[in-house]
């Protein structure tokens, strides 16, 4: 078989990916966000996220001392906001005041979450790591929080009204079609029409 | 201000997130496919990716050993595969041949990359973390290559053509809706009007 791949300069070409306003603070200090993509889950038990952050950033200071940083998951409402805050720098610009975004405070910690955003997940540093042009910064969730109006009557989160926000190569998406669950390759033929009706149900 | 978010047990809700297939092999043996949603680009220069698996994945022990994984992108023709790579061990199960995968070499590795998907990322491990439940393999991307039929006529990767599949919560959804690009939000009027077009029409 020949080789179907045409072979690239190596970049950072995984996607999608997740794109999260991550606020910080330092005590007596003015909050700030900052967009970022290189962000994920890294562990289930403890739940464990990782965000990479620039040295540059006027955020990654702010992180590193503050031992602290909050994932905010982005809904197209907070879109425009999201974008705003990955140009521009804390160092100038007050981005909650801009974005009109409400500093939420979340417990124990000093940085707040962004009160319009989904859903925040407030991370404990737990390391860092020199890559190159990014800082690796993992974290343990200490806190978890979500907008009231995102659960249901049977009180589960539902997800799809979050209207979550996707990057693929360098542009924001909506999340499209329901396409299938975890497992549906190896459900029961009752199990996946029943599940399946209700994934296109949006429910 | 009322507090508006409701406080919830810290969890794995960090989304979308990319749902790949990541490829691996030992010398001599047959090679095995696991898919991981915990991963994720963490440095830009040089290009870096992690992903987490747990030690009791068939595929722990190959990339621990090997010292690389290859990072498989996925398109829709390819999700139900994918969600078999997730569900089935390596231990009772020829992957690429259940799924009708061809594994095409990489230059320099011993892993191959799934021939069927769009793009893969191969990945050299530089680090192993034990954080509970999962290990954080970090890796320096090495080759790169994507498939021909992506590239269009002026050379450039079509990504759209791709149908990437992004995980939320349990379920595959299509990319949708093209909302903004980096830096729309403060975009001149004219550049972002030719660009919001440009991206609506796909391309």
Redesign the interface.
Known sequence: ?A????????????????A?MVSCALPGQKPNIVTI??????????????I?VRKERFSHDIIRDSGEFV?N?CG?EQ???M??C???SGRDTDKFAACGF?P??V?GFTAP?V?ECP???ACRVTSV?E????D?F?G?????????DL?DEAGR?D?GKAR???Y???????????????????AAPDVLERRMKQ?KSGK
């Open positions: 078989m080789h179907p791949f045409v072979s690239l300069t190596p970049g950072t070409l995984l996607a999608p990916v997740p999260v993509a290189w962000a994920g889950t890294i562990n289930s038990d403890p739940p464990m996220c990782s990479s994932i998951l197209q879109l425009k906001g974008d705003f990955g140009v521009k409400a939420v405070p417990p979450a009160g859903l925040y997940l790591q890559l190159g042009s990014h690796l993992l343990k969730v200490e806190q978890m929080g979500v907008r009231p659960i989160i997800f979550l926000v996707a693929n190569h360098g542009n924001y998406y909506a999340l499209g079609e329901a396409l299938g669950f975890f497992g549906y390759s190896v994934l």
